[in-house]
């Protein structure tokens, strides 16, 4: 049976309020506090009365979650960690699949087909940046990922071109020299594959080794096919790169397969490193370098946005935007070992 908010208050040593404050997503309890209240609310198994918290308050507890596509391990894993994160202030979680579609993440913006949202949280990858700031949002927002809102929003982000660098530098510390890139996405508006490109360039400029264009791969998507068709061409272009930054684990592993078809050894030939340390390529073989954005802090920090929104609509706190922290996991892709 469930327990009450005046067991958990007692359990905790805080006042009914300061609980309440916890449950409503409120910015006014300090970190330790709400750690300690929450760590209650687990122990006592305290669920609060969704429904009558709702009607007094004239929201629903339901917030949406936009991803361009539900079949990538990436997106997959974070919404997993936002589920997580939401059912513990009791929201529902709608998610919906945008494909990087400009209408309909528009669409999903400005609310239409009516509100029962209390709050979106979206990775928009089609609109630009100037229509994120002239599309007004009916309803409070955080944003995923590197589309700046210019102030209307608040955004939660990685700093992709800090952690391209780190991984391209980590290929020059081994002594490669012929380093190629597989992502880039001229034809999507998101920043991502910009950034990490930016990167990219910045750790050749700064070692001396001028990028090559043609070592430069573009990607229709971000998928293993794409990976490996990439692969093929670099590995028929003349002279074979002795490194790969791929900017996601998928095009990674793609490539990888592909080395291996040709014959190719990684990391003896050919070292390579991914982005977003997904799940498979901790089992890949040789398991896989990579860029490991906080993925359970990105969820936290963007549902805490989104409920200081939420619960205190008319605050005239500055949007945040927010850097994310991220780590290089050294594996076997480039360092021989299965470590990790």
Same mark, same amino acid.
């Given at each position: 049976m469930s327990s009450s908010l005046k067991e958990v208050a007692a359990r905790a040593g805080v006042s009914a309020r300061t609980v309440s404050n916890v449950v409503n997503g409120s910015a006014r309890v300090s970190a330790q506090t709400r750690q300690r209240v929450q760590e209650a609310i687990d122990e006592l198994g305290y669920r609060p009365n969704l429904a009558a918290r709702s009607?007094?308050? !004239?929201?629903?507890?339901?917030?949406?979650?936009?991803?361009?596509?539900?079949?990538?391990?990436?997106?997959?894993?974070?919404?997993?960690?936002l589920v997580d994160e939401a059912r513990?202030?009791?929201?529902?979680?709608?998610?919906?699949?945008?494909?990087?579609? #400009?209408?309909?993440?528009?669409?999903?913006?400005?609310?239409?087909?009516?509100?029962?949202?209390? !709050?979106?949280?979206?990775?928009?990858? #089609?609109?630009? #940046?100037?229509?994120?700031?002239?599309?007004?949002?009916?309803?409070?927002?955080?944003?995923?990922g590197e589309r700046s809102p210019q102030g209307m929003a608040d955004r939660v982000a990685v700093d992709n071109v800090a952690a391209a660098d780190e991984a391209t530098t980590h290929l020059l510390t081994l002594g490669r020299r012929r380093i190629a890139a597989i992502g880039l996405q001229p034809h999507l508006q998101n920043g991502t594959a910009e950034q990490r490109a930016e990167g990219y360039r910045r750790a050749l400029r700064r070692a001396g080794v001028p990028p090559r264009p043609e070592w430069e791969r573009a990607v229709g998507s971000l998928h293993r096919r794409e990976g490996a068709r990439a692969m093929a061409e670099l590995l028929d272009g003349g002279t074979a790169p002795d490194a790969v930054f791929a900017f996601t684990d998928e095009l990674a592993l793609g490539a990888m397969h592909m080395a291996h078809t040709r014959g190719v050894r990684v990391p003896e030939e050919l070292a390579i490193v991914g982005f977003d340390?997904?799940?498979? !390529?901790?089992?890949?073989?040789?398991?896989?370098?990579?860029?490991?954005?906080?993925?359970?802090q990105i969820a936290a920090r963007?549902?805490?946005?989104?409920?200081d929104r939420i619960y205190s609509p008319d605050n005239e706190v500055p949007a945040s935007d927010l850097t994310i922290p991220h780590r290089l996991v050294v594996r076997g892709s480039t360092s021989g070992t299965q470590a990790h």
């Open positions: 009607l007094r308050a !004239g929201r629903t507890g339901i917030i949406g979650l936009a991803i361009p596509e539900l079949h990538s391990p990436y997106f997959g894993e974070l919404a997993g960690l513990r202030r009791s929201w529902t979680v709608i998610i919906d699949q945008t494909h990087g579609d #400009a209408e309909a993440e528009r669409r999903l913006l400005t609310g239409d087909g009516g509100r029962v949202m209390d !709050g979106l949280i979206i990775s928009p990858w #089609a609109l630009e #940046a100037q229509d994120l700031a002239t599309t007004a949002p009916s309803l409070p927002m955080v944003l995923l340390d997904i799940e498979d !390529g901790r089992f890949s073989h040789p398991t896989l370098t990579t860029v490991s954005p906080d993925k359970r963007a549902l805490q946005c989104l409920a």
